[in-house]
T-cell receptor, first 110, second 115 residues
Framework: GQNIDQPTEMTATEGAIVQINCTYQ??????LFWYQQHAGEAPTFLSY????GLEEKGRFSSFLSRSKGYSYLLLKELQMKDSASYLC???????????FGKGTRLHILP | ETGVTQTPRHLVMGMTNKKSLKCEQH?????MYWYKQSAKKPLELMFV???????ENNSVPSRFSPECPNSSHLFLHLHTLQPEDSALYLC??????????????FGSGTRLTVV
């Protein structure tokens, strides 16, 4: 089966850096995704990792360690608009389904 | 707009009503999905369609009935729902195979309240 764990809530300050961790167990791995979801809106794609290492995209970076079943999303120079839920999701290589974690609600303080 | 359009955005229905949710995408994707999002729970996959064929029914009660007439349109027909079915229903689409590096593109969802 598959299991994805991430913190329920986090708080950070505008201008700072925050790291959101995600651990997963899966019977077959074919990529890890991070999505951002503002309240009442659609989840939007942020990043994709399938090989170990760091993927950087502007203020956002995502890291993957397949041997540890671990990923993190790093957000730099935080802005108030970054207040949202961040969903970690893993795709199985058996059926290509993407399974989501419960999401981490990030609060940004001025 | 993300390229996946869902209507209506909000729906209130009684337990004896019949209603339908609609999803439309013109991204050239050939896989479409229905997810349920309840408070404090992860997104729950309900149905998967690949090339208009249903390939997944994740033990969803029969009061939810999906329909996929073509690769661009997906419906979720609702009848005799229960209050615990109140949730945000999200439609998503992707290229076949789970979208590879693009993942899924989600619609904004339908907020359903069953009274």
């Amino acid at each position: 089966g598959q299991n994805i764990d991430q913190p329920t809530e986090m708080t950070a300050t505008e201008g700072a850096i925050v790291q959101i961790n995600c651990t997963y167990q899966t019977s077959g791995f074919n990529g890890l995704f991070w999505y951002q979801q503002h309240a009442g809106e659609a989840p939007t794609f942020l990043s994709y990792n399938v090989l170990d290492g760091l993927e950087e995209k502007g203020r956002f970076s995502s890291f993957l360690s397949r041997s540890k079943g671990y990923s993190y999303l790093l957000l730099k120079e935080l802005q108030m608009k970054d207040s949202a839920s961040y969903l970690c999701a893993v795709r199985s290589n058996r059926d290509d389904k993407i399974i989501f974690g419960k999401g981490t609600r990030l609060h940004i303080l001025p | 707009e993300t390229g996946v359009t869902q209507t209506p955005r909000h729906l209130v229905m009684g337990m004896t009503n019949k209603k339908s949710l609609k999803c439309e995408q013109h991204l050239g994707h050939n896989a479409m999905y229905w997810y349920k999002q309840s408070a404090k729970k992860p997104l729950e996959l309900m149905f998967v369609y690949n090339f208009k064929e249903q390939t997944e029914n994740n033990s969803v009660p029969s009061r939810f009935s999906p329909e996929c007439p073509n690769s661009s349109h997906l419906f979720l027909h609702l009848h005799t729902l229960q209050p615990e079915d109140s949730a945000l229903y999200l439609c998503a689409s992707s290229h076949a195979g789970g979208g590879q590096g693009d993942g899924y593109t989600f619609g904004s969802g339908t907020r359903l309240t069953v009274v």
